[in-house]
């Protein structure tokens, strides 16, 4: 039951070729493979990023591969200088469980990854594909580790869930779906545990594709007020150049009746100071500001992506500041993919998934200036040459080592993609 459905669409909305303006300071590379992923199915597509646990093994999934050929969540564990892969599940396209995970896995406090998959489930959406899950994975105690379906979406409530997930002290999940709903558009969701391993499901809020926003690509984020705040990669203004809208960041504040109200903090615009169709998730820092990505606009309208800030202001309004304009004349990277990360100097690290000196990506860091743009510096140009991989759609995080960590969907010794680890 394998598509194309997801990388068609993906890459539409984040591959797009480009240019812009400043110059770039180029890092010697040092970027090596921790793992190489190879699927007898064809192809494994590792999307979502990869995310660590307290004892330091790592943790990711897999569009395709497994042992099914649709889907894995997989441990990476340090050993002796090496990385062992485990695969803790592999997803059944039985009409049941979900397919095609496409998320970052995330763990509650017991252990418990939990974590979305675009489509499979119980649902009729997408001609048979099924219409998305919500999963559980946990640990049985002899090794192994047992599924349980939290939530089928039925197209009314969302399909395609390509974001991941996020989630409140009190173990509420949060997350979207790109597409379905009312308006067709996607929507914002809660999942709330309850007494017995039960859990509810409640929709916070159904793009229309207007003003609000439509057709999400990645997670949420939560500040400590318990407000939900994220990307639309469409909705907001409309142009020639954005048919069906730019994209705009919104905020989600609950009340105490238990309703959600959205504000859009920005209207991204095909404007040459402005970038469009975001697709990543926000990243907040000690002040409250937001950063994140576009994967188009920018640099006068050469189309190839910023990385941008939002600052709060005490009346409620934002003030966007473009702080770099992707130039792949100049050798820079274009289309950003995914979330940045901070270091503990306030530097900002990202990677983009394509330009560079190869055409194959770049893994990039932001240094503060005193006023205006930041400072860039290539800190790879991902090639094919090599075993490092290429095409990195995941922001890069930082390991307990202080090394950073990634996914290149392509390339490696299985020609499928890698995990590496970047010295920063």
Partial sequence: MRSHMFSVRWRAVLIICVTTLLATGVAASQVSPIFSFYSSYGDALPIGGVTFDASGNLYGTTFYGGANGNGMVYELSPSAGNWKQTVLYSFNPNGTDGWGPTSTPIFDAAGNIYGTTEFGGTGSCTNGFGCGTIYE??????????????????GSDGWQIHPGLIADAAGNLYGMATNGGTNSNGTVFELSPGANGSWSFSVLHQFTGGSDGGVPFDALALDAAGNLYGTTSAGGGKSSG???????????TPSQSGSWTETVLHNFTTS????????CQLTFDAAGNLYGTTSAGGGSGLGAGIVFE??????????EKVLHNFNTHAG???????????????NLYGATIGGGNHGRGT????????????????????????????????????????????????GGHGGQGTVFQLTP
């Fill in 272 to 279: 040459a100071a402005d970038g469009h169709t975001p697709a």
């Fill in 332 to 346: 820079d990277g274009n289309s950003p993919s995914n979330s940045l990360t901070f270091d503990a100097s306030g």
């Fill in 310 to 319: 939002l600052s709060p202001a005490t009346n409620g309004t934002w003030t």
């Fill in 363 to 410: 893994a990039f860091e932001l240094s503060p200036t005193a006023s205006g743009p930041w400072n860039e510096t290539i800190l790879n140009n991902f090639s094919g040459q090599g075993q490092g991989g290429y095409f990195p759609n995941s922001g890069p995080i930082f390991g307990p080592d202080g090394m950073l960590y990634g996914i290149a969907a392509s």
């Fill in 242 to 252: 954005c048919r069906y809208g730019c994209g705009v960041v919104f905020k989600l």
């Fill in 137 to 154: 994975l946990s640990p049985n105690g002899t090794g192994g580790w047992n599924e349980t379906i939290l939530h089928d979406f039925a």
